[in-house]
């Protein structure tokens, strides 16, 4: 079941269709952020925390206006106004997220939810809202500058059912069967063992528990050497799962009721200007890139009644 609150219409261009120039992402996934083979982790801890400390100085970041006075097509216009009017202005700052799964997820009063990869703190706000004082948010982050913005941020909202956790999101420091729903923005993709993630996921829901996060997926094939340049366009340094491997993963986990549900669409002339710096011949390769990427809404459920996952 949808919330009231879910996009009734694909937006299948940008918000505000842009070009990205290269350098332009350097805090939110770009070419400042190369991958590595050996420490995909380190790469994500240190480019979250130059995002956080970018905050706290007042120093611009994602989702401000480029060169041609566009705003980012992955994070901008997430939020209502409604919804953010009363959050402390460095929590919206802070989002690095490409989709706003706390508007599509079902999230009752009195549930206990856990946000993957919290960061500035902003879904775990807006859950604690949803939840009411009886229920409970957590967030998890890895991330030492992340967790004191989040936490100054708690502070700032005066909002009290609510814990920021350090820990990683392929090692959740929380007993199994404890959370009603997990929720998370754009983070599973950075993890380089996604199989771990979900197979811990599975593990704190309790029985019938929800997964339902935002994330963005590939659809198609897309040749690897193209996909690496909008990867990292898009901030996944780990690489974005096909959205029927991402269901397949989740189906192996143990979870069922899986949908994945487009929420925003790339379309090639979003990067056009970022590919062509990194030597993409766009005009050769434009159609195999042309809407291959999108950010997704991703929901499964834990059964009732508790099962063993696949091997």
């Given at each position: 079941m949808k919330d009231k609150n879910h996009e009734e219409t694909i937006r299948e261009e940008s918000a505000d269709p842009v070009s990205p120039i290269a350098g332009a992402r350097s805090c939110c996934g770009g070419t400042s952020v190369e991958r590595s083979s050996g420490d995909i982790k380190g790469v994500?801890?240190?480019?979250?925390?130059?995002?956080?400390?970018?905050?706290?100085?007042?120093?611009?970041?994602?989702?401000?206006?480029?060169?041609?006075?566009?705003?980012?097509?992955?994070?901008?216009?997430?939020?209502?106004?409604?919804?953010?009017?009363?959050?402390?202005?460095?929590?919206?700052?802070?989002?690095?997220?490409?989709?706003?799964?706390?508007?599509?997820?079902?999230?009752?009063?009195?549930?206990?939810?856990?946000?993957?990869?919290?960061?500035?703190?902003?879904?775990?706000?807006?859950?604690?809202?949803?939840?009411?004082?009886?229920?409970?948010?957590?967030?998890?982050?890895?991330?030492?500058?992340?967790?004191?913005?989040?936490?100054?941020?708690?502070?700032?909202?005066?909002?009290?059912?609510?814990?920021?956790?350090?820990?990683?999101i392929e090692n959740i420091p929380l007993p199994d069967n404890s959370v009603d729903v997990i929720i998370s923005n754009c983070v599973i993709n950075l993890s380089a063992d996604k199989d771990r993630v979900l197979a811990e996921a599975y593990r704190v829901l309790r029985p019938g528990g929800r997964f339902a996060v935002s994330d963005v997926v590939v659809r198609g094939d897309v040749p690897a050497e193209i996909r690496k340049s909008v990867e990292l366009w898009i901030g996944c340094v780990a690489g974005a799962l096909e959205e029927f491997e991402y269901a397949a993963k989740l189906a192996r986990a143990g979870f069922e009721s899986i949908e994945v549900e487009p929420t925003r669409i790339y379309k090639l002339e979003d990067a056009r200007e970022f590919l062509a710096a990194a030597g993409i011949d766009v005009e050769k390769f434009g159609r195999a890139l042309d809407r291959k990427f999108m950010s997704a809404f991703i929901r499964a459920r834990k059964p009732h009644q508790q099962t063993l996952p696949y091997l």
């Open positions: 994500v801890k240190q480019k979250y925390g130059e995002a956080a400390l970018n905050v706290t100085s007042h120093r611009s970041c994602c989702g401000e206006p480029t060169s041609d006075g566009r705003s980012d097509p992955i994070t901008s216009n997430l939020y209502g106004d409604d919804e953010i009017s009363d959050l402390p202005m460095e929590a919206v700052t802070a989002s690095l997220g490409c989709g706003n799964p706390t508007a599509l997820a079902q999230l009752n009063p009195g549930e206990t939810i856990l946000d993957l990869g919290s960061g500035g703190g902003i879904d775990v706000l807006l859950s604690a809202k949803r939840v009411g004082p009886v229920g409970m948010a957590y967030g998890l982050d890895m991330t030492d500058e992340m967790l004191a913005l989040a936490r100054e941020n708690q502070r700032k909202a005066g909002v009290k059912n609510v814990e920021f956790l350090k820990g990683e």
